[in-house]
């Protein structure tokens, strides 16, 4: 049976049960909008929270379009919330796949929120670039390239790059989609054999160590900013089945570097209220060159290690900036000020059978370094690989010690002891 009418409702865009104790925080009626495969695995105690739930017609994949390709059923869903709990007062999209939809959801209902023209800087990698021309911030060289693109342009353009060249898409996450070539002839010959698709960037390759940059900006002002280096990469996560895992520096002088970077970034980009995730590259030289930008908080363990250390919350601070409602963090503060330790960090040993399988034996729990303070590990007879996931890993782990040299030492004697023994899935 349909809710009353009442003076609105909160529209929430996607939702991980996870994420289910950050939401609520108004006392209007909520509604909830998702596919049907996340529909049908979403908790009945997570699921009775909402007034209505309105179910997408949309293939189950890691494609991070198709929400946004869904507007149009987006919209009727909305107006017919609408009918039964009054017009909407805010729109909530806290993942990557649906901050674009979120606020076209709200520039079409005239909510208040991040709109349309921000959300796409911080979705398309060549918009945010361009915007950010003339900040002073060091960019990598970069063009928009697609079917239609000359191949004499193609030619000149990588004629002036020095070394490795990357083709990405401009509006996927997590390095999928992502090719690089070791230099300009390797990439001209496979866009002359293979073609280039539309929606796509080509990009000078930078040297250097991939870092992230994750916080709370409300009214223009960074309230909570966490700096941290990247041991490998969601490239060699995702394409190497290496580990992926990430230490907070653990210098003042440099989290100010980072918290100066990030205000130019989001200035340029117009993103006032929201939590944000940021990359960049700090190279052999000591320079930070801008990588990328989202606002949403940062995925992977990025969100569980900062409110086990930090006790930011960055899912309920996304919900607050969504509907409008004060940040929680009284103070603006770096994760040095907030944490005991001198520096922390999250690991994803990565899980090198892509099938269905079944968990079978776990080695190294008993050589666990003393500065795990969080962890996720499976059961013996855990079934993995069950649903597609962007990260996919065999245990999840957060670690603080005194220095970010200490955290990144017991994170690597970690890596070699923890093992997850498997068996494949029989099929029914």
Known sequence: MSAPATGGHVVHVGLLAQHADAIGVTQEPMALILNRHAAERLPQGVGCRFARIGILDLPHSLDFEVYDESLDQMTELVKEFSGDLGPPTAVVGMYEQVTLPAARLRDRFGVPGVDTETALLCRDKVLMKEALRGSGLRLPRFREVGPETPFSELEDFVAGLPGKIVLKPQRQAGSFGIRIFNDAGAFLTHARSSG????????????????????VVRAGEIRFLSASRYIGDCFSFQHGGQPLASVTFDSQAMLARFTDFTELVLKHMGLRDSTFHLEAFLTPDDDLVFLE?????????????????????L?????LACTGQPSEIRMPANALDLAGPGASGWLYPALPEKERCVVKR???????????????????GQELNDDITPFASSGKFVLAAGSSAAVEQDMRRLIKSYAVEVEMKRAA
């Open 196 to 215: 280039i698709p539309g929606g796509y960037e080509i990009e000078e390759f930078i040297e250097g160590s991939v870092c992230h940059v994750d916080g």
């Open 293 to 313: 930008l989202a606002n949403r908080f940062g995925g992977a363990y990025v969100a569980n290690h900062l409110k086990a250390v930090c006790g930011i919350d």
């Open 315 to 319: 899912a309920r601070e996304s919900v």
């Open 362 to 380: 776990i080695q190294g729990l008993d050589t666990c370094p003393g500065s795990v303070v969080l962890s996720e590990i499976p059961d013996i």
